[in-house]
Structures are given as structure tokens and as C-alpha cells.
């Protein structure tokens, strides 16, 4: 709990003691425990300014329980063809189906094979660092390296020998996409280490409250807005946090973008003072998530 919060509640409960000793009388345990509990429940249920309106309550449940039931921002049911859409997904469809056919056998050096690597990526949002190179490697393409770690580290994927198979867990997603998307959202939202790739210190900038910077894209996002905008709007809800440009490579650049939810504003007609810097959400955002406003007043 914050420090601040802490100490006002304190001084709550102790201007109630005061209150009742000077009335005559001296609150129990269980008088002080319930006064207490009101104390607190108000708090987190009273709209904060720094969280654009959102409670105490309904942060903690973007930070701790993403998608969850009493989650701001959760899922949409969708049909396949719906979700074979979303480019990270379709993406990783086609390497499922393709490990279901066969085993794949890596590079000597243990990468995805290039021609693989091309298809994989040619199925996703075109990436201006991936561009550059010609040939696609799977150690120049990062979405195609986070694609691999998100399948193994749900446990869709495993690698023996020099070869990547399909596990039992990764053929039942080729029956349930909805479980698949399921899947793959919490741990690109929740558990992916969006600084793997960076050299930025700050592990937690940008892994930690990433669905409230999802909500803020779906806020903001209709139209094309500097990428300090919602940076600003991070770092006011997590004081703790010390302002970094990682904040918006790891958000927009890595993790919206790889999963197809946002466009960086990084063509050729794009190239200027402003390259790379803006962004705004793509229309599938919001037809993947619903989300929950905070209160107006």
C-alpha cells in the first residue's frame, strides 16, 4: 500500500479513537477492526486522478488478475475466423500446424529455419528493424523470437535434439483457438519480460501495468499520438517508476505491435524528425478486448 495512503488511513483511525474517548468510551478489537475495513474499502473503491478515474481496486486487478472477472479490460469470445486475424495468433497457428505434420529441425546453431522465418513474419505487421535485413533470421526477427519463447514457456512447443515438436498441450490449442488466444494474451500481457531484448536497467518499466497501457492505447488511440503521451500517463500512475524511453519501446514498438494491436508510424513517407515516435491502436483492439471505463466524476 502507498505510504501516503498508509499514513491518511492511520490518521483516520486514530482521529476515531480520539472521537470516541472523548465521548466516554474506549472502542474494542472488533469496533476498530470494522471501522478499519470501512476505512479501506472506500479507498479502494474511490476514483484516483493518476489512474485517469480508475480505483485503487480495479488497478490492482489489472496488475495482479489480467482479463480476470473483475478485470477492466478482459477478453472477447471470438469465432476462428476471428481470431486467425490477430497476426501474432496467426502466426502462431501456422507453426502449430506445421509442427503437427512434422517435427521441424532447427539450424545448427538452433534457429527456425530462414525460409520459415520469412513465412512466419510475412504473416505479421511489417517491422522497419526487421526490414532492414533481406534475409530473415530468426536472431534479426524479433517477433519471431518472441513468438518462440510465448509457445514454449505455455508449453505448446518443445525442443529435443535439434528439433522442435508440438506438445500434447499445443495440439489441443489447434482445437480450442479461444484457449490458444487465452493462452498467449496473459503471458504476452502479464509474464513476458518485454526488456529481454533491451539493455535497459529497469526490468519493471513497461512489464509491470501493461493492460492499464493496453486501456490507454484503446482510450487514445483513434487517432495518431505521440508515444510520450501515454508515457506520461504511465509514469503518473506508477510514481515509483523512474520516466524511460524503454517504457515506449518495450509497450508499443514490442509488445502491441508484434500482437497487431497498434501501427508505429514507420514507413518511408514516415521518415523525419517524428520517425517511430507516434502511434495510434488498429481496429482489432477493440474487437479482441471489451473494456470497463473508469468513473467520469
Known amino acids: 500500500m502507498d505510504k501516503n495512503l498508509m499514513n491518511k488511513i492511520t490518521e483516520q483511525l486514530q482521529a476515531y479513537i480520539n472521537e470516541q474517548e472523548k465521548m466516554g468510551g474506549t472502542p474494542n478489537e472488533e469496533i476498530l477492526n470494522r471501522f478499519l475495513g470501512d476505512i479501506i474499502t472506500f479507498q479502494n473503491e474511490t476514483p484516483i486522478a493518476n489512474f485517469k478515474r480508475f480505483t485503487p481496486d480495479q488497478m ?3 496488475l495482479n488478475d489480467p482479463l480476470g472477472k473483475k478485470c477492466p479490460v478482459k477478453l472477447r469470445k471470438l469465432s476462428d ?3 486467425e486475424e490477430i497476426p501474432f495468433i496467426k502466426q502462431a497457428l501456422y507453426l502449430l ?3 503437427s505434420e512434422k517435427e521441424l529441425k532447427l539450424t ?5 529455419p530462414p525460409k520459415l522465418v520469412t513465412e512466419l513474419y510475412d504473416m505479421g505487421l511489417s517491422d522497419w528493424s526487421s526490414d532492414y535485413y533481406k534475409q530473415k533470421l530468426e536472431s534479426r526477427v524479433e517477433v519471431v523470437q518472441v513468438l518462440r519463447i510465448a509457445l514454449k514457456e505455455c508449453g505448446f512447443i518443445k525442443v529435443r535434439c535439434g528439433k522442435m515438436s508440438l506438445t500434447t498441450k499445443g495440439g489441443k490449442m489447434l482445437k480450442d483457438y479461444n484457449a490458444l488466444l487465452h493462452a498467449l494474451m496473459i503471458f504476452l500481457l502479464l509474464d513476458f519480460n518485454a526488456g529481454y531484448f533491451d539493455l535497459y536497467n529497469d526490468i519493471e518499466i513497461g512489464n ?3 493492460l492499464y497501457s493496453l486501456w490507454l492505447l484503446h482510450r487514445y488511440g483513434d487517432t495518431w499520438r505521440h508515444k510520450k503521451f501515454y508515457a506520461e500517463a504511465y509514469f503518473k500512475a506508477f510514481p515509483g517508476l523512474s520516466p524511460s524511453a524503454c517504457y515506449e519501446l518495450r509497450t508499443f514498438d514490442r509488445v502491441f505491435h508484434y500482437i497487431g494491436l497498434c ?7 514516415d521518415r523525419g524528425i517524428d520517425f517511430g515516435s507516434k502511434t495510434r491502436k488498429r481496429e482489432i483492439l477493440d474487437k479482441i478486448f471489451t473494456f470497463i471505463e473508469p468513473q467520469n466524476k
Open 208 to 210: 509491470v501495468g501493461r
Open 60 to 62: 490492482y486487478q489489472m
Open 81 to 83: 475466423s476471428e481470431i
Open 97 to 99: 500446424r506445421s509442427l
Open 108 to 112: 545448427p546453431q538452433g534457429y527456425i
Open 263 to 269: 501501427d508505429i508510424n514507420k514507413t518511408e513517407k
